[in-house]
């Protein structure tokens, strides 16, 4: 039993040899190199390869570059029927500058040829992860993979290779992003971002009030010098203050109300650490009633 079992494998990989070798001198390439010629700036420039499979199987494929962040193929997997032919377009995505003509860029093209018995009764339904499930089961066969190389071309003045179609593409046709454009986006969003933090903010200050930005800068400016160095206007009490004046007052006014609440908070922590709770609900009351008697008095 096991004897048969090991004849049948070997009469089976013999096939699956002889398939392989017709498969190598059945599966064309059309044309037999690529040329993406310049300028590669601000344009996409797509080549059309066509694969023909002559042989008596079908046959799976898969497309890899060298660069794969430099083009876009499509599609990159699939199948091709027996007797069949399929279109692929390589596209030459939009550079930030011009490839030089010594750019060494190859397309390798992987085929393996498959049984009938794998291959589902809806060719379309074969897209995505079962696709790679189809890849994978041919390796089970024992086929092995057949690799064929498309090298290309980025001078200018080369003549175009036998059979081949070159067409030149607008990027936003087809979906794809100019490096360009990217940059200068991002740079005005930049832009943008710093006049609006340095302006933008003040201007829309003065038109609440309805008073012009000098005005607003100058009391700006006059508060600055009142309050010197000390830290009261970081203090939350003080920006509550402010708000509720609306910029207001005298600067004598305003430092007098910064002294107070320090002072107040002062008391308020020496008499927390030496009497307790209760004498920290009392001041807190005290604080209270200081604080709007002081209102009062500036905005009377």
């Known amino acids: 039993m096991e004897l048969l079992s090991t004849v049948d494998k070997l009469e089976r990989k013999r096939k699956n040899d002889a398939a392989l070798s017709a498969s190598e001198t059945l599966v064309l390439l059309e044309p037999s190199s690529l040329l993406f010629p310049p300028p590669h700036r601000g344009r996409a420039v797509q080549n059309v390869v066509v694969m023909y499979n002559i042989g008596s199987l079908p046959c799976i494929f898969k497309i890899k570059s060298r660069t794969p ?113 990217r940059t200068n986006a991002v740079s005005a969003s930049a832009t943008g971002v710093d006049s609006n933090d340095s302006t933008g903010l003040t201007q829309e200050a003065s038109q609440q009030e309805g008073r012009p930005s000098s005005i607003v800068k100058r009391q700006g400016k006059g508060l600055q010098d009142s309050t010197g160095s000390t830290p009261g206007p ?23 109300a910064r002294e107070l609440t320090h002072g107040m908070g002062f008391i308020i922590r020496k008499t927390t650490k030496t009497m307790g709770h209760q004498v920290l609900l009392v001041s807190f009351f005290l604080m209270v009633c200081n604080c709007v008697w002081l209102v009062f008095h500036l905005l009377r």
């Open 69 to 181: 962040e430099r083009y876009y193929i499509k599609p990159n997997m699939g199948t091709i029927s027996a007797q069949g032919a399929v279109r692929v377009c390589c596209i030459l995505r939009p550079q930030a500058e011009d490839l030089p003509s010594t750019t060494r860029d190859v397309f390798r093209f992987c085929l393996k040829p498959i049984p009938w018995r794998l291959l589902p009764k809806r060719r379309e339904l074969l897209h995505g992860a079962k696709l790679k499930k189809l890849w994978d089961a041919a390796d089970c066969e024992a086929l092995t993979t057949v690799t064929k190389q498309l090298h290309c071309c980025f001078e200018g003045d080369a003549a175009s290779p036998p059979g081949a179609f070159i067409t030149v593409l607008d990027p936003a046709t087809i979906g794809l992003e100019i490096p360009a454009e």
């Open 234 to 256: 970081s203090s939350p009490s003080w920006k509550e203050q402010r708000e509720s004046m609306g910029g207001a007052g005298s600067s004598i006014s305003q430092g007098r």
